[in-house]
């Protein structure tokens, strides 16, 4: 592999080139660590082994309901993870979508979310208008407000998040020790990761 390609790859952090399209990184594995207890939230089709799949709507869940009225018991988990589910609702519901995910871990839980990150996606606009340079579907429309592939409202984006708010967010309702990653799902340029806990 040339100089070049190794560049690539570097940049695109697990995303892959095939057929000339770029595809997300990681998007049908777990790529989590082991826990006794642990919630995938708004699974989708994407069944993670080891741990318990929530969706209202997939056909793959172990377990169909609401995320923001979880039929889970209180203090119950080690970690629950959302890829790529926040951005689903709109900002006035998070609150109270992330006190509910809250309160089904144990004290001092672990939260993983990722999804798209503003900071990323409007510094890419910004680089593209400056340079002259055309804009791609999936660093800005698909990350504002999802892909019209699917024609169904419930995979429209209702909020784009951008670090300090969601750090804000994550704070207001009480989760601690809160980090910022590189995502380990579809596109580290393009998403974010954040890890924090809940107060012990």
Request: net charge negative; aromatic share 12%; glycine share 6%.
């Amino acid at each position: 592999m040339d100089n070049k390609e190794e560049r690539i790859k570097q940049y695109l952090g697990g995303a892959e080139i095939r057929d000339g399209k770029i595809w997300a990184a990681n998007s049908d594995r777990c790529m989590e660590d082991d826990y006794e207890t642990a919630y995938n939230l708004g699974c989708g089709k994407k069944h993670w082994d080891g741990w318990v799949n929530v969706d209202l709507y997939s056909e793959t869940s172990d377990i169909k309901c609401d995320l923001r009225k979880l039929e889970l018991a209180s203090n119950s988990a080690d970690a629950v993870a959302a890829i790529h589910v926040l951005e689903h609702f709109y900002e006035w519901e998070v609150h109270a979508l992330l006190t509910e995910w809250m309160r089904v871990l144990k004290p001092g839980g672990k939260m993983i979310l990722e999804l798209p990150c503003m900071d990323k996606v409007f510094a890419y606009i910004h680089n593209c208008v400056v340079h002259k340079q055309s804009l791609q579907p999936f660093m800005t429309t698909y990350a504002l407000w999802g892909d019209p592939k699917y024609k169904d409202p419930a995979m429209c984006h209702r909020w784009g998040w951008f670090e300090t708010p969601l750090r804000q967010m994550l704070q207001s309702v009480g989760m601690e020790r809160i980090e910022f990653f590189d995502p380990r799902y579809h596109f580290p340029f393009r998403d974010m990761r954040v890890e924090c806990y809940k107060v012990s």
